[in-house]
């Protein structure tokens, strides 16, 4: 069973930076995609960033310049680091992984969520 779990959110003062975790462990053969997604009230889920195992990074506009991703492959961890978050950054952050249980398996995994709240 794969499981994805994560950490680091809370609350933060506009302009403040958190760093969000996502750890997978289980069954794992590969994970060639990992990434972030948010969902912020009566807003649909929305992208964040996403980052492919070798390397290849993708941010959705609002949060370029502000946001990096980043992951260890080596612990099956992917991380946000968050800097300059402004109140439209408050949103439940999921994390979401394609992970490959197989050579022939590969399914989307997410996260339970983690809310991140700006406000002064």
């Known amino acids: 069973q794969v499981q994805l779990v994560e950490s680091g959110g809370g609350l933060v003062q506009p302009g403040g930076s958190l760093r969000l975790s996502c750890a997978a462990s289980?069954?794992?053969?590969?994970?060639?995609?990992m990434g972030w997604y948010r969902q912020a009230p009566g807003k649909q889920r929305e992208l964040v960033a996403t980052?492919?195992?070798?390397?290849?990074?993708n941010y959705t506009e609002s949060v370029k310049g502000r946001f990096t991703i980043s992951r260890d492959n080596a612990k099956n961890t992917v991380y946000l680091q968050m800097n300059t978050l402004k109140p439209e950054d408050t949103a439940v952050y999921y994390c979401?992984?394609?992970?490959?249980?197989?050579?022939?398996?590969?399914?989307?995994?997410w996260g339970q969520g983690t809310q991140v709240t700006v406000s002064s």
């Open positions: 979401n992984a394609g992970i490959r249980t197989g050579y022939y398996n590969l399914r989307d995994y």
């Open positions: 289980g069954s794992i053969f590969s994970i060639p995609t």
């Open positions: 980052m492919t195992r070798g390397g290849h990074t």
